[in-house]
């Protein structure tokens, strides 16, 4: 979590009044939503740029920290001590979380915009104490994790493949927005990987032609919780930012660790019924992946794993047993002691 006070004083621009930071936020909304042909302009206007990394910059930190608890502790911290390459850097929100979460050196940066690299260099310095460096290549003494932060659905299939010939990193990440489109385009990337030899580490159990392409879409919700100034610069925007919707992947040179059997990834949550909570998982069935509805009774879930079981999510996994059939639902109990 970063508060909007210790961003303001390193942006490029300053602002007069909340209101005008307020005003250009809007500009940008408004750009990133009905004007995305000219969308680049922002990039040139130091003002729009301060805007962009006040608030985008600020509620999309907290992705990085929720992304890397999707992955196991030991592996979390293993990764935090490779070299971060960081695609399409921005004014380096992401290569700034992985500082504050305790990553390694000094990340990478590859970034075109003069001013985005400036404000990346500024933030870094001021907030970590680190010097950015910008377009290099790593030095490869060490295991490299190649990130995409909302920047794969700007530059396209092609483009993005390109950085990741460039750099030949042991692990690609991707946290992108989570729409329809973005979808369509992972799954091309997805194909890619896996005609390359990749291994998926996120979010599918098998390489597995995907059960969701050309019918339906898969994305995640990370919950986010900002400091008290940047929730009051979301309000006077207008923004939910703390229901966020990702598309997030990982894939990986070498396989991961062994996964059980037993495991469904939740790609979408219902509203509990009067007796269940209710969910559509992805899991592996023989060498296919199937998508198919899960119901779990209340009377199922112990009493001491209520909460945590309520606040499952799309993205996550669960250990589950089959009780029976029902219809076209299959009704389980979780293996608690595994979740």
Partial sequence: ??????????????????????????????????DRQNISRYLSDPRLVSAYTAFYLSTNLPKLEGVLNWLTPEFRQEVLQWQLIDVGAGPGTFSLAWKLLGGYGEPVLWESSKLMR?????????????????????????KQLLLFGHSANEMGEAEAWSYIERAQPHMVMFIEPGTPAVFALMLKLRQR??????????????TATCPLSGSDWCHQFLDARHAPDVERLTQ??????????????????????????????????????????????????GDELVHERFQLMF?????????????????????????????????VKLRTGNN
């Fill in 118 to 142: 400036e404000q990346a260099a500024r933030l870094l310095s001021a907030l970590t104490g680190t010097t950015a460096r910008f377009d290099k290549l790593a030095d490869g003494s060490r």
């Fill in 299 to 331: 009377k199922h879930v112990p009493s001491d794993h209520k909460k945590r079981v309520a606040e499952l999510r799309s993205g996550d996994l669960c250990s589950w047993e089959l009780e029976k059939m029902v219809e076209n639902t299959r009704r």
């Fill in 1 to 34: 979590m970063i508060s909007l006070s210790e961003i303001l004083p390193h942006l490029l621009h300053q602002f007069d009044h909340e209101s005008d930071l307020v005003r250009a936020v809007g500009e940008l909304s408004e750009a990133f939503t009905t």
């Fill in 193 to 206: 990987f896996v005609k390359e030899g990749w291994h998926i580490l996120y979010p599918c159990l098998h």
């Fill in 236 to 285: 006077l925007a207008h923004k939910d930012r703390r229901n966020l919707p990702v598309i997030v992947h990982m894939y990986l040179q070498v396989p991961p660790e062994q996964r059980a059997e037993d495991l469904a990834r939740i790609v979408r949550v219902y509203p509990p019924t009067k007796f269940s909570h209710e969910w559509e998982v992805c899991r592996v069935s």
